[in-house]
């Protein structure tokens, strides 16, 4: 399971993205901005001996990759067509400089889409170590040190590639020390009717610096309590046990568990990957003793799921109990793999609806004359589902259905 969770992680936040190329260039005194080095040759000046094209047009954005001395020490990012180009540009004074100054550039190519928020600490951190080395003893103005600099980025970029990380000795006193950490988005609000379940072991990975309100909520998540109810268990505030929830959600910890869902066009990508296949078949199985189902059988069961069908009828269906299926890693794995998504019931009353929308009054005298309580009335706008309602009014599916069953104008809309 933890692989899986690894995946979905990789899968939300982005693992950093892949380096097309990487250049160092400087400012000539007779030139102009000028490309020094580059990895892989002729990516970004045209190399006589080929007939491929260079990535990206450099006379085009070179006033953006040597600025102008006010807009040194600040990340720079320029777009081409095709390519994001990232830089950090330094302008460095002195005496020994031709008019006592020196400025370069050590960029870093992407696929224009990309997204470098990853890569931003990278490439500031390796421009002060530049500077620094510069600063000591001349390292990239000197002939006899700056040719280290193609081997350097020939190194960043296969590291940073192969590894998310690199370590480049430059001398005695100085190595070059990155590591690429992946940006995760916020999490979802978490609400208090959802469920939450496990993707890992929590219990493994709890040691001595947890904070304990954590802990407490993370023993009690069974993927069957709602996080109203664990944080009843708990004794926890249910604010608090929402931020802990997301907590959980940010990482991959956990994903939110219900009980109607329905396919999406992706799963027809599962057919093409055999090895999801077997994925699949593995995780789901409830013993190994017996032999597992096939996956056409499981990939059947997945199309069975769809609006207006619960969980319990379509087990009682299907007979998917008497399979040798776990359910809830059944469904667990088709929320991971993204071809299954969570549909939910909205109980509308058209006079409330219209009231919410701005409609005007509505009809009044059948809200005095209504049955149900005002505060259940006024969720029924079509805009609350039956996990957040039940939640709510403390009640399950069922007894909701009893107690909208005497308002027969109401009407479902699954989404």
Not at 174 to 200: E, G, R
Not at 404 to 412: A, G, M
Request: proline content about 6%; some cysteine; charged content about 25%.
């Amino acid at each position: 399971m933890e692989d899986y969770a690894r995946k979905e992680s990789e899968f939300q936040a982005g693992i950093p993205p892949r380096l097309v190329s990487i250049f160092y260039a400087v400012f000539d005194v007779h030139k102009g901005p000028k490309v020094i080095y580059e990895v892989p040759e002729g990516s970004i000046i045209p190399n006589p001996e080929s007939t491929k094209q260079p990535i990206l047009d450099f006379s085009s954005i070179s006033d953006y990759i040597i600025p102008k001395e006010p807009l040194s020490k600040h990340l720079i990012t320029v777009c081409t067509d095709s390519h994001k180009v990232l830089g950090y540009p330094v302008w460095v004074d002195g005496l020994k400089y031709r008019r006592n100054s020196f400025c370069f550039n050590l960029c870093f190519v992407f696929d224009r889409n990309a997204d470098t928020s990853s890569y931003e600490p990278v490439v500031r951190k390796i421009a002060r170590v530049l500077r620094s080395l510069e600063l000591e003893n001349g390292f990239l103005y000197e002939e006899k040190t700056k040719v280290m600099m193609y081997n350097i980025i020939e190194q960043l970029l296969e590291d940073l590639n192969s590894y998310c990380e690199c370590q480049i000795p430059i001398n005695s006193a100085n190595t070059i020390n990155l590591k690429l950490f992946p940006t995760y988005p916020n999490p979802p609000p978490v609400y208090d009717y959802q469920v939450p379940i496990c993707t890992v072991n929590l219990k493994a990975l709890m040691d001595v610096n947890w904070d304990l309100t954590m802990k407490n909520i993370a023993t009690r998540i069974n993927g069957i309590h709602h996080v109203k109810k664990i944080a009843d268990l708990a004794d926890v505030n249910h604010d608090l046990a929402r931020k802990c929830m997301e907590h959980l959600l940010y990482y991959g910890c956990i994903i939110m568990f219900s009980n109607v869902y329905a396919v999406k066009p992706d799963i027809m990508r599962v057919l093409e990957d055999e090895a999801v296949q077997n994925e699949c078949i593995s995780y789901v199985t409830k013993s190994v003793a017996i032999p597992p189902p096939s996956f056409a059988k499981l990939f059947s069961l997945y199309c069975q799921l769809k609006y207006g069908v619960s969980l319990k009828e379509w087990l009682e269906e299907y007979q998917v109990s008497s399979l040798n299926i776990d359910i809830r890693r059944f469904i667990t794995f088709g929320v991971i793999k993204r071809f299954l998504y969570r549909v939910h019931k909205y109980p509308v009353l058209p006079e409330v609806a219209l009231l919410s929308n701005g409609g005007g009054e509505g009809d009044n005298s059948n809200s005095n004359a209504s049955k149900l309580p005002l505060k259940l009335r006024k969720l029924l706008d079509g805009t609350h589902h039956y996990d957040e309602i039940c939640t709510a009014e403390n009640c399950s599916a069922k007894e909701l259905d009893e107690k909208l069953s005497v308002e027969p104008k109401i009407k479902f809309i699954w989404r």
